[in-house]
């Protein structure tokens, strides 16, 4: 079991340390570099799909703290991917649409999604709405984080872990990558996610280096070190204790 227990502690915002991930579901490819390059700048990690069925697979696979949908897709449409997703998870939706008619609106809105933008739209205005959004959902991560899951703690305003109570010798990298892993136990990560927190999030790193970071912070982890596990071929989680 997890608890995630939050202080009033003015030190350096676990922000920072845990990027948001936005997927963004766009197949205008010119719009979905504009997007990310807008959405990297403000610090969120992103997740690109050009088609619904890869839409969900991502979203799946990375579980994503909001997804960018756009309402004309190969494959499945807008519409379908919010309603498969809405029917397993809450996860924040902002649908993207050249659509103006009100009832693409009153339908978009009517399966669950928190928001849209009419295009043509200016970027200012999308990250605009993803911050607002991320913050009615309670998707904004708060400064000085408590993390426990089974025997492991993290503070992240002390910047310390432990194990069994025992503390751990991390570097700045490995506790944000053991936080990240923490904040939702059983959530798969993928490689790219991993690697913005241990680089930025303009990293262009190659992403097996993540590999390297999750074989030392599994060893410096000891007896808690087989709570990180693999998931093949995608990224890493931490079970649920």
């Known amino acids: 079991m997890s ?21 963004i579901v766009e197949d205008e490819t010119r719009l979905a570099d504009i997007l990310e390059q807008y959405l990297r700048r403000e610090g969120y990690h992103t997740e690109r799909a050009a088609s619904g069925p890869r839409a969900l697979e991502l979203w799946r696979a990375a579980r994503p703290d909001l997804i960018l949908l756009d309402l004309m897709l190969p494959g499945l449409d807008g519409l379908e991917v919010a309603r498969r997703v809405r029917a397993e998870s809450q996860t924040p939706i902002i649908m993207l649409t050249a659509r103006d008619e009100e009832v693409d609106r009153l339908v978009g809105l009517g399966i669950g999604a928190d928001d849209y933008v009419i295009k043509p739209y200016s970027p200012r205005e999308v990250v605009a709405r993803v911050r607002a959004v991320l913050r009615r959902s309670g998707g904004g991560v708060q400064a000085g984080e408590v993390l426990r899951v089974g025997d492991l703690l993290v503070d992240t305003a002390a910047f310390r872990g432990t194990c069994k109570g025992e503390a751990l010798d991390l570097t700045a990298a490995e506790l944000r990558l053991l936080a990240l892993l923490m904040r939702d136990p ?47 071929g995608v990224g890493y989680r931490l079970a649920s204790g």
């Open 3 to 23: 608890e995630v227990q939050l202080s009033a502690s003015a030190s350096a915002p676990v922000q920072s340390l845990l990027p948001q991930t936005i997927l």
């Open 186 to 232: 059983g959530r798969v990560r993928v490689r790219a996610e991993l690697l913005s927190v241990v680089s930025g999030p303009a990293a262009v790193s190659d992403e097996r280096a993540v590999d390297a970071h999750i074989k030392n912070l599994r060893r410096k982890l000891g007896g808690c070190g087989s709570m990180i596990e693999t998931v093949r």
